[in-house]
């Protein structure tokens, strides 16, 4: 067996499980603990696929904001020790015979699709090639997207401003 | 590199797209959803990388795909969590059920 196939299924192993303890874990910062381990091995995978700047970003972001606003948050709202609620019986059943079978369907759609590549050469995705296409004005460039979502940054900090700021 | 598919990859991902929506559908506390929204977010963010990688690389819009949904997840974790802080200062509680004041 070939190595990279081992680090494959370890990846594999560590996104779903960390997925799967963190979505049923009964303490919340249990679960945030555990969503830190999928993001990180979604991280790995893409270190795996040789994406290393969307590897980077995904850390950077993820585990380093994302993460660490959602603990602050459960720091903010609740003791950390506290147990959640059990959720009923009957939706816990539905929920996961809806999943179950529309990830069996969606499973053998995928394993008999045929995907195959019809491109030829190979653009690296380095930091350089993605830079170069970010910045640029020409065809295919993604400058005004990249300056929608500046703003789009910027609206969303001042809407969280307001909408946290306390009221007297 | 060859010994792996894109099925493979595909199949991770699916599995991540379908935890994170059995957690949205079961969990009834605000924080915890928002985590599977971020579990489904990065199921497609996983998907877009492997397209790109092994059907489409002699271009790059699953990175830049990929980039654009990271920036707008972080913009909409923050201002999901700002709505629930000041909810929880009105309120004294995050769960989905009780903050039924606009339902009826």
Redesign the interface.
């Known amino acids: 067996m070939?190595i990279?196939?081992i680090i494959?299924y370890i990846i594999?192993v560590v996104?779903?499980g960390g997925?799967?303890l963190?979505?049923?874990s009964k303490q919340?910062f249990r679960?945030?603990v555990y969503?830190i381990f999928?993001?990180l091995g979604?991280a790995s995978?893409?270190f795996y696929?040789?994406?290393n700047?969307?590897a980077a970003?995904?850390i950077v972001?993820?585990v380093g904001?994302?993460v660490v606003?959602?603990i602050?948050?459960?720091f903010?709202?609740?003791n950390s020790g506290h147990r959640?609620?059990k959720?009923d019986g009957k939706?816990?059943f539905f929920?996961?015979l809806?999943?179950?079978s529309?990830?069996l369907l969606?499973?053998n759609v995928?394993?008999n699709y045929n995907?195959?590549?019809n491109?030829?050469?190979?653009?690296e995705?380095e930091i350089k090639?993605?830079g170069m296409?970010?910045l640029s004005t020409t065809q295919y460039g993604?400058l005004l997207?990249f300056e929608v979502?500046s703003f789009?940054?910027l609206a969303?900090?001042i809407?969280?401003?307001v909408?946290?700021l306390?009221r007297n | 590199?060859k010994?792996?598919?894109?099925?493979?990859?595909?199949?991770?991902s699916?599995?991540?797209f379908?935890?994170?929506?059995?957690?949205f559908?079961?969990?009834?506390?605000m924080?915890?959803m928002?985590?599977?929204i971020?579990?489904i977010l990065?199921s497609v963010?996983?998907n877009f990388?492997?397209f790109?990688?092994?059907?489409?690389?002699?271009?790059?819009e699953g990175?830049?795909f990929?980039?654009?949904i990271?920036?707008?997840?972080?913009?909409?974790?923050?201002?999901a969590?700002?709505?629930?802080?000041?909810l929880?200062?009105s309120y004294k509680t995050?769960?989905i059920e009780e903050a039924d004041e606009l339902k009826f």
């Open positions: 070939d990279s196939v494959f594999s996104i779903t997925a799967l963190a979505v049923t919340i679960a945030a969503l999928s993001l979604v995978m893409y696929l040789e994406n700047f969307i970003v995904q972001v993820y904001g994302i606003l959602i602050f948050s459960i903010l709202t609740q959640l609620k959720p939706r816990v929920s996961a809806s999943v179950l529309a990830l969606t499973l995928i394993g995907f195959k590549s491109s030829n050469n190979t653009i995705p090639n993605i296409q970010m993604y997207p979502v789009l940054l969303a900090m809407g969280c401003i909408i946290a306390k | 590199m010994v792996i598919g894109i099925e493979h990859i595909v199949f991770v699916t599995v991540l379908f935890i994170g929506i059995y957690g559908l079961t969990r009834r506390n924080i915890t928002l985590m599977s971020e579990l990065n963010c996983l990388v492997s790109n990688k092994f059907l489409y690389h002699d271009k790059l990175v830049f990929t980039l654009f990271i920036t707008i997840a972080a913009a909409e974790a923050a201002v969590i700002a709505i629930i802080i000041n929880y200062r995050i769960d």
